[in-house]
């Protein structure tokens, strides 16, 4: 069996920005077309993100991960995802995201009926050009919960930008929003699939990613800049999130 790639590595992507209607729940539409032969599998990082994708003639949704996924697709599967905004999705789906954790499910299972009649709105015959036309046309037209939850997308713009040196990431959090634990606790688990020092672990990698795909600079630089204690912290972390090391990553982003 082929040996398993990131994502990023194998086939094409393509990103757009939505359309009005979408704008209050989605981020972005992404298309990610598979290699036509010899695909190999792909290996999903964690990233912070929850995505709605059309797959195989249907609509699934790819929760929060927590750790790498695998997964096999065919030779020229074309994915098309609409991406939530941070703090987004449950609202969208009526569904808190710490039951969705690491799962790929349909959407039929969340929404029963309601998902079949979303899906007999694609023209599912149009080529992945048309379908991108569709595809949003019925997912705008859906009666579904718009908007973010402020606080949480609050804290994840908190998160994402770095934590003050020496503070204690929950009771800072908990200071700026003005929350208690348990309340912080649980509009997290329901917005994210999970607490803030996981969301905080997942974005400091992410800002990594970001650093290491733009800069040519040594490891060690590079986990200085992206918030890590030391080198060997980035390395357990980046092992632990996508199963490889900095500098495997560094190679694939740079096309090494």
Not at 26 to 38: D, G, L, Q, T
Not at 80 to 88: D, K, N, T, V, Y
Not at 185 to 202: A, H, M, Q, S, V
């Amino acid at each position: 069996m082929t040996d398993p790639v990131l994502a990023q590595a194998t086939g094409s992507f393509h990103h757009q920005a939505p359309s009005a209607p979408l704008l209050g729940s989605f981020a972005s539409i992404w298309v990610h077309r598979m290699e036509a032969a010899n695909a190999p599998p792909i290996v999903i990082t964690p990233d912070a993100t929850i995505d709605l994708q059309w797959i195989g003639g249907t609509f699934r949704v790819a929760g929060p991960d927590k750790d790498p996924q695998t997964e096999v697709l065919p030779a020229g599967e074309v994915v098309i995802g609409f991406r939530f905004h941070p703090a987004a999705a449950a609202a969208w789906l009526g569904v808190p995201l710490v039951e969705l954790v690491g799962q790929r499910l349909p959407l039929e299972d969340l929404w029963g009926r309601r998902a079949r009649r979303l899906a007999g709105r694609v023209r599912v015959n149009d080529s992945p050009g048309r379908l991108l036309s569709s595809l949003p046309q019925a997912v705008a037209e859906e009666n579904a919960s718009t908007g973010t939850d402020a606080p949480m997308r609050a804290a994840y713009d908190l998160i994402e930008r770095g934590v003050p040196p020496e503070a204690l990431l929950v009771p800072w959090l908990m200071r700026v929003l003005d929350m208690s634990e348990r309340t912080l606790r649980r509009r997290f688990d329901e917005n994210f699939g999970y607490g803030p020092k996981t969301l905080d672990r997942i974005l400091r990698y992410q800002r990594f990613l970001r650093l290491s795909s733009r800069s040519a600079g040594s490891t060690a630089v590079l986990a200085s800049e992206a918030g890590y204690s030391d080198q060997a912290h980035l390395v357990r972390e980046s092992r632990r999130l996508t199963g490889s090391t900095p500098r495997q990553i560094h190679r694939i982003l740079n096309g090494g």
